[in-house]
């Protein structure tokens, strides 16, 4: 690649990640309910299930991992909806007629929503320091990794739903098909290992089930897989939709 | 070197054709017109263009380019104003043309002041840090029109620059457009269905109706060809069918009291007419308009809401 060309596409990249962004901060609504959601989740959702189901150790510490994974799969999967709003408005017009190409575009879009997302687990990882989840510096790095690995893949599959939506409903009718089988066979509020086989076995093809894993092992010492084998999935599932996801906007008509 | 050439275009749209075999060539530094109706395929024809649409056959040069096989030079070489808003409405108009400067790879210690130069073509300095939201929609046209400027196209398309405005922010507009072509020497690709808008800014008009371009010409070219002024006569016992068999009289058009004439070498002839019409309250007589030149190419005014009572 030229000097020049990677210029225009950091450039390009860093333009519609600054209007995410900026988009984000300035709708209040959209941060209030990033911060306000997962304190309902944590505090009813928690202490109300808390009371009824066992697991080893603190219901509220065995969902908190969880959380994070529900928040990244919620805010990323949904992030799509945004393009298919910018299609409405005819702001993405404006991007996709700019020298940018769309391999360019897709990767910029997907920047912007996976900072949105990271953006929403943070706070959550905040408000987990004052309930004193065992955060240390190396779990909060390793926390960060796994759960960047899951914006990635599930970024890309809203882009892609996306791209071929037309209406914001229909795009909130096809993602929830998606997030809630996804999050609710991800073992985030409940331990996997008592399912019925039928299902056990859709809970091994959810890609969200290897970062709540993932990151249960991280935050709180306790996993059926070793951290490398989460990891290696989540970065096949990634390398997998990132490239459907670049397939998808080279054919995305307006 | 001409900045488009467009041979034979066509594009379906399942059962329609919405563009129909068009050709033409747009010079260096001109302003060109599509003029026609709603759903002609002018805009489609600039999105195929602008490598927004892929044509079903023929070939479009742009800037050199071919809009096909080289769609990323062609977006390189220009700029658009399309006809719906394409802003960010939480953006400020500042942060949208910064936005815009990095996307068109604008050097970025230069984007500031590009930003500002443009604010300043289109008087929008004091509304800059302003959410979009916040303008009027003749100020979020100004805006738009000053971003597609930013990188300085060499080819700029307007898409109904001035659709929806009124009259006022509309010549504020065509005042913006032509001090643009004027300095910073752009080819202008513009659509519209206003025929004042074709004749007051475009060195050439094309003509388009179902998809062809039935003429081509200048403005003055095109009103030249028509043989005749229109005279508007008003008055209530005017002798209509007396007037039709004057051989002079082209067509003949009743509007309530009004009667439009089209009328041949009306300063010989308006003396003979009046004499014919008999008592009448006011006489009008105008050179031609693009309006009566749509009217003789496709027998209707460019206008939907007058296609009905049209009785010659």
Same mark, same amino acid.
């Given at each position: ?21 900026? @988009? ?9 309910? !990033? ?13 109300? %299930?808390?009371?009824? @189901? ?14 994070? !994974? ?34 360019? @575009? ?37 926390? $960060? ?5 899951? !914006?990635?893949? $599930? ?18 009718? @096809? ?19 008592? $399912? ?15 970062? %709540? ?28 939709? %990132? ?12 | ?24 060539? +747009? ?18 024809? &600039? ?13 479009? &040069? ?28 939480? &953006? ?153 068999? &004057? ?11 009004? +009667? ?53």
């Amino acid at each position: 690649m030229r000097k020049g060309t990677i210029g225009k596409v950091a450039k390009g990249l860093y333009a519609m990640w600054y209007r995410e962004v900026k @988009v984000f901060l300035r709708e209040r609504s959209r941060l209030i309910s !990033a911060i306000f959601m997962p304190l309902f989740w944590m505090f009813i959702f928690g202490q109300g %299930v808390g009371s009824i @189901v066992k697991v080893q150790g603190n219901y509220q510490f065995f969902i908190f991992p969880g959380f994070l !994974a529900m928040t990244i799969i919620f805010s990323s999967l949904f992030n799509g909806a945004y393009l298919v709003w910018d299609k409405k408005v005819d702001f993405l017009k404006e991007v996709l007629v700019s020298p940018l190409s769309r391999t360019t @575009v897709f990767f910029g879009k997907a920047i912007g929503g996976i900072s949105d997302a990271l953006l929403q687990a943070i706070i959550l990882m905040i408000i987990g320091f004052f309930l004193r989840i065992p955060f240390n510096p190396a779990s909060v790095v390793l926390t $960060l990794i796994m759960l960047v690995l899951l !914006a990635i893949g $599930l970024v890309s599959l809203g882009l892609i739903i996306g791209s071929f939506m037309e209406s914001p409903e229909g795009f909130g009718l @096809v993602a929830s098909f998606a997030v809630y089988p996804m999050f609710l066979l991800s073992g985030a509020l409940y331990p996997l290992n008592n $399912l019925p086989s039928w299902l056990q076995v859709l809970t091994h093809i959810n890609p969200a089930t290897y970062a %709540v894993d993932g990151l249960r092992s991280i935050i709180l010492g306790t996993s059926s897989m070793s951290y490398a084998a989460n990891l290696g999935v989540l970065i096949g599932f990634d390398v997998l939709l %990132v490239l459907a996801g670049t397939w998808a906007f080279n054919r995305m008509k307006l | 070197m001409d900045s488009i050439i467009v041979k034979e275009l066509s594009k379906r749209f399942g059962k329609i054709l919405a563009v129909d075999k068009i050709s033409f060539s +747009i010079k260096k530094g001109e302003i060109f017109g599509l003029l026609g109706p709603n759903g002609a395929g002018k805009s489609t024809t &600039l999105l195929i263009l602008a490598t927004l649409l892929k044509p079903t056959s023929g070939e479009a &040069l742009v800037n050199g380019f071919e809009v096909t096989t080289d769609p990323d030079k062609v977006r390189e070489s220009i700029g658009i104003v399309f006809q719906d808003p394409s802003s960010d409405e939480l &953006l400020t108009g500042y942060e949208n043309l910064k936005l815009h400067a990095l996307l068109y790879n604008v050097e970025l210690n230069k984007i500031d002041e590009k930003v500002n130069n443009v604010l300043r073509l289109v008087d929008l300095v004091k509304r800059k840090n302003d959410q979009v939201k916040k303008y009027s929609g003749g100020m979020r046209r100004r805006m738009e029109l000053a971003r597609g400027l930013i990188h300085e196209p060499q080819i700029l398309f307007l898409d109904e620059p001035t659709l929806g405005l009124d009259p006022q922010t509309r010549a504020k507009i065509w005042k913006y457009i032509q001090t643009m072509a004027k300095k910073l020497k752009m080819t202008i690709i513009l659509t519209t269905h206003y025929m004042e808008e074709a004749e007051s800014l475009c060195d050439r008009v094309a003509i388009i109706d179902h998809g062809k371009i039935i003429a081509l010409d200048t403005p003055n070219n095109l009103m030249g060809k028509l043989k005749g002024d229109t005279v508007l006569l008003r008055g209530k016992n005017i002798d209509v069918a007396k007037i039709r068999r &004057l051989p002079f009289v082209q067509r003949i058009e009743t509007q309530g009291k009004d +009667i439009k004439l089209t009328v041949e070498n009306s300063a010989e002839n308006l003396a003979l007419l009046l004499e014919t019409a008999g008592k009448i309250e006011c006489v009008e007589v105008h050179p031609p308009s693009l309006n009566e030149v749509f009217l003789n190419y496709t027998g209707r005014e460019i206008r939907e809401e007058n296609e009905k009572g049209n009785n010659w």
